[in-house]
């Protein structure tokens, strides 16, 4: 038994140390196999996030008012239709289950399509149509869209039933009820990307819209809604986006990233704040951008707080480009966490329209132009807007006139029925033209492309001249010297056509060698010297009479009336009474551009 036993321990003993070379032999080659292996991987996901902004009713690649196929200089293409087909190849190539599909804002006004949704027959009447835009939206699959300031110019009865027959939210974490200060549409959108092997990857989309509706719907949401801005109330969503669980907030804000506004000081919130919320908001990746109108592939920010960028996009507008956030996400830590954002956008114009948008709206589309083609008159000669910047033209002069009529009709029997009545419009744009012989629908409007309804204002001389002067500031200030350049000459600081007002019933000089602010010259009316103290009706847009472009005085005046009827429907009311549009009954040189007293042109 002990030798036995000594055997055993003396075999064990052998063994053991057999087994501990063999595993010290075994080590490297262990070791070897552990790095071959390594650590498991750690999970990513990748997630693109596509956007459109302004779309404005543009679904086909169709101008209403030219009545062809829409082109430019650029040769960009437009419409629903081909952003569907570019929607479709980014979700064949990053598989349609790890894509959100976004829009900023400005959805349903801007074209004759969307006019005629909400005016001659429209979705809100018993029985009546779906808008074509949410037809088209629905079909597409957006997930979300963010309210624009546009979305209310037809009303709340009428974005309200437009938001009835979308599939999709509109999200609006600013568009406040004015009395309970609650969200009066939903602030954000929550959806979850399943990974396999991994928790959800959990998206949060927050709506933000433009402080400026306040103003420029004045009539439809005063005492309804209020508009607080955008940074402060980012601030507040985005840390409760991030408690309920968000592994990525992107927000979708109907405001440029310029940080400037149109109406000054008249609000204490930034228009265009986009950058802005960016800087001083922590928690958020990217802000899909609209509002402005203007292309930004992508723009880096830096948030002032936590040190990280945030990614910014603008797709050009009315469908022009589709906007693309590239997300790389990683899981560690039992938790996603945003790598890496990369924006690009992609070319409409590059793709054919989708057959199945086309398809599906082909009859709404053949209505509208059927209706916009209508003869309402005849006009004697030719008239255009191409010269209408920095001379006097008589197509703008026609605006003028059926404001002035409009109103002084409306005043007839009140207190105010003896005073001059003065009018204001701009050169909208730069190709309209009313040719010599039938007169369209479609040319009237094309004449004046925004739904603006008009107001009556009590001005004195003194704060007309003020206005004149700041319209004037339009001009770049030009040597009596120098050589005139017109496609240098206007938009000084930036400032859009639609920001420059021509104001009839009066004459006027614009001595354009002169500094911004003394540049208007003999200033008359019935051929004398306008006296500050004279009191005048002045026929205004909406627009402008809420304090749209900042013009002085304009907003805070008396207002005498106002009415719902878009000015676009009166000139053609007007055009279609008189049945001959002829330059003699409303065309006037009321201004001219001067220098040091010799005329420019």
Known sequence: MPLNRRKFLKKSAVTGAGVALAGAAAAPAAQAAEVRKGPRPAKRYSLTVMGTTDLHGHIFNWDYFKNAEYTDAKGNAQGLARISTLVEQVRAEKGRR???????????????????????????????????????????????????????????????????????PLLGANALDAKTLKPA?????????????????????????????AIWDKAYVQGKMTFPGLEEQAAKWVPRLRSMGADVVVVSAHSGSSGTSSYGDQLPY?????????????????????????????????????????????????????????????FAKGRWTVESVAATVRDSRTVADDPKITKLLQDEHDVVVAYVNQVVGTATETLTTVEARYKDAPIIDLITKVQEDVVRAALVGTEYASLPVISQASPFSRTSEIPAGDVTIRDLSSLYVYDNTLVAKLMTGAQVKAYLEYSAEYFVQTAAGAAVDVEKLTNAGGRPDYNYDYVSGLSYEIDIAQAAGSRIRNLTYNGAALDDAQ??????????????????????????WSESTEIRTRIAEWATAKGVLDPKDFASVGWKLTREGTPVF
């Open 98 to 168: 790890n894509t959100l599909l976004l829009d900023a804002g400005d959805t349903i006004q801007g074209t004759p399509l969307t006019y005629y949704y909400a005016k001659v027959d429209p979705i809100t009447a018993e029985g009546g149509p779906v808008h074509p835009m949410a037809q088209a939206m629905n079909e597409i699959g957006y997930d979300a869209v963010a309210l624009g300031n546009h979305e209310f110019n037809y009303g709340i009865e009428t974005l309200r039933k437009f938001e009835e027959q979308c599939d999709f």
């Open 185 to 213: 549409f939903p602030p954000y959108f929550f959806k979850k990307f399943h990974v396999k092997g991994a928790p959800p990857v959990k998206v949060a989309v927050l709506g933000l819209t433009n402080p400026g509706i």
């Open 535 to 560: 009191q005048f009706v002045f026929a205004v847009n909406n627009y402008r009479a809420n304090g749209g472009g900042a013009f002085p005085h304009v907003a805070s005046a008396q207002e005498l």
């Open 270 to 330: 930034i228009e265009n704040s986009a950058a802005l919320v960016a800087q001083q908001v922590p928690g958020i990746d990217a802000i899909l951008v609209g509002h402005a109108h203007t292309e930004i592939a992508e723009l880096k920010v830096t948030n002032e707080k936590t040190g990280r960028t945030v990614v910014l996009s603008e797709p050009l507008a009315y469908a022009e480009r589709l906007s693309l956030f590239d997300f790389e996400l990683v």
